[in-house]
């Protein structure tokens, strides 16, 4: 990797991460509640479409995801700084290797992958650190289902809008500097 192109990875990271972490405060103070309830609309989170576009994307989101987790641990979540971040890396790492993998001429597998993440990651840390009592499978799938629940909704409208506004408008050239051909 030549210098430039470090120095565009960095930035696209710094920016990402910024975006991700400014997105979820404003909605945390403008709608309380609405990025840590258990079946949460994220806005921030349409944002790992960016994951398509840059590898930058995976540190981006990742750091703005614990960043932007930060205000959880005043609402006694510490845990979900720990847990969403590990969700968000696994998701977004997931969603770039699935890039190139479309249904119909959309990128469905690599949508589906935060859904699927943090329904498996959040939806155990609910039950297992914040239910009383022992672990219960049915319990899980609960919570697990409302988290990709929340999920599906943020990533197939809001994130399928981004999606198609990077791809007819050629934002993703301008902004990720891929090659037009792509």
């Known amino acids: 990797m030549n210098k430039k192109s470090k120095n565009r990875y960095i930035a696209q990271t710094a920016i990402i991460a910024a975006l991700y972490a400014a997105l979820t405060y404003a909605q945390g103070l403008l709608l309380p509640g609405s990025t840590t ?41 510490p845990l979900d700084m720990i847990f969403g971040s590990v969700a968000t890396l696994g998701a977004t790492t997931c969603i770039w290797f699935l890039r190139n993998a479309k249904v119909f001429g959309y990128p469905l597998p690599a949508m589906l992958m935060p859904a699927l993440w943090n329904g ?32 599906l909704v943020v990533m197939l409208v809001l994130g399928s809008i981004l999606y198609y506004a990077f791809e007819k408008r050629g934002l993703k050239h301008k902004l990720f500097g891929l090659d037009p051909t792509q």
């Open 37 to 77: 309830a258990a079946v949460q609309f994220r806005v921030s989170e349409a944002l790992n479409v960016f994951a398509l576009f840059s590898p930058a994307a995976i540190p981006g989101l990742t750091i703005g995801c614990i960043i932007a987790n930060l205000y959880s641990i005043g609402q006694g979540l």
């Open 120 to 151: 498996l990651i959040v939806g155990w840390e609910i039950e297992f650190f914040f239910v009383d009592g022992p672990f219960k499978s049915l319990g899980f799938l609960f919570n697990g289902g409302c988290v990709a629940l929340g999920e």
